[in-house]
């Protein structure tokens, strides 16, 4: 029915009070497993270095009984190393911002530093997955660590005959994409565990993203995968890949490149932190507050044959 006339309503009316519900909804994602799972030590350096060993290949061990004893020919340990980078997130408020009263949180300086550590430490997983060489850095150029991929080279899957190719696997260069992506599947899985298992490694955690979780998911012969109704309830869910070769959990992972998938060993990354991860003050520029996030650290890859991944996987 019509409106009587002379009605006055809330499309006359001035001074209404804004509803704004004081709390702030945000989801975006801030899980870093790659970071929390890697073992953490210490960087003295800007130039962090371990070193790497191997034993020779078995042999034929039987000698004439009271004959003289030859010495085994040895080879020296290899070095390695790592440029620390320095990771650094800032937020700048004015006195008037600083002074207001606002709707779902209190102090602003405090919510958006908040935001900036989860922001902080995503950076960080990032870094840590990205297909990037080293880069020592300079007085005008930052210094880069050198990612997962610039170590892998022994126990890698990918379409061999295409422009793909492996790094040099000392962090000095990135590996070569391929332009021509094939899609990810059990039978590109299962031969680099099998690698990994015929170099000595014992990988616990598959990274990948979730369009490549769904592949997996129909991987065949997973005792762990199910997809059965229960009461008002469906599952399906890979927990854990057995296989001849080991046990490993998949993980879905946000951070590295939804075309790479990584079969880690998880004792054989290390962080090494030069810089613990601090909130700073900066000096005041007028009529403001400043704060910094700063932390400075590199990737250690203990021994990339304790390690794997299939590349170059299509992503849609």
């Not at 002379?6 to 801030?30: A, E, K, R």
């Not at 790497?52 to 010495?71: F, K, M, P, V």
């Not at 704060?291 to 304790?306: D, S």
Request: glycine fraction near 8%.
């Amino acid at each position: 029915m019509a409106q009587p006339a002379n009605t006055f309503d809330s499309y006359d009316m001035t001074g209404i009070l804004d509803d704004l519900v004081d709390q702030i909804f945000n989801i975006d994602p801030d899980d870093t497993p790659f970071l929390s799972k890697s073992t953490k030590t210490k960087a003295s350096n800007t130039y962090h270095e371990w070193q790497t060993d191997a034993l020779r290949a078995s042999a034929d061990n039987a000698h004439i009984e009271g004959g003289d004893t030859t010495a085994d020919a040895l080879t020296a340990t290899t070095r390695l190393g790592n440029y620390t980078q320095i990771f650094k997130n800032a937020v700048s408020i004015s006195g008037t911002d600083m002074a207001l009263r606002k709707a779902g949180r209190g102090k602003e300086m405090l919510y958006q530093m908040g935001k900036g550590m989860k922001a902080h430490k995503l950076d960080i997983e990032r870094a840590l997955f990205l297909n990037n060489a080293r880069v020592a850095g300079s007085s005008v150029v930052a210094r880069e660590l050198a990612g997962a991929p610039a170590w892998l080279v022994t126990n890698v899957e990918f379409e061999a005959g295409n422009s793909g190719a492996n790094p040099t696997g000392d962090g000095t260069d990135a590996r070569t994409d391929d332009g021509t992506p094939v899609a990810f599947s059990q039978t590109r899985f299962d031969p680099a565990m099998q690698l990994i298992w015929e170099n000595g490694g014992k990988p616990d955690t598959v990274y990948l993203s979730s369009f490549q979780m769904n592949l997996a998911l129909g991987f065949t012969g997973n005792n762990a995968q199910r997809n059965t109704v229960k009461v008002g309830q469906v599952e399906k869910m890979i927990d854990v890949y057995r296989t001849p070769w080991g046990v490993v959990e998949f993980v879905l992972s946000r951070e590295n490149r939804a075309r790479d998938v990584f079969i880690f060993q998880d004792d054989m990354w290390k962080v090494a932190i030069a810089r613990e991860t601090k909130q700073e003050d900066l000096a005041k520029m007028g009529d403001n507050e400043r704060k910094q996030i700063v932390t400075e650290l590199t990737l250690e890859c203990c021994n990339e044959k304790a390690h794997g991944a299939v590349y170059d996987n299509t992503t849609s």
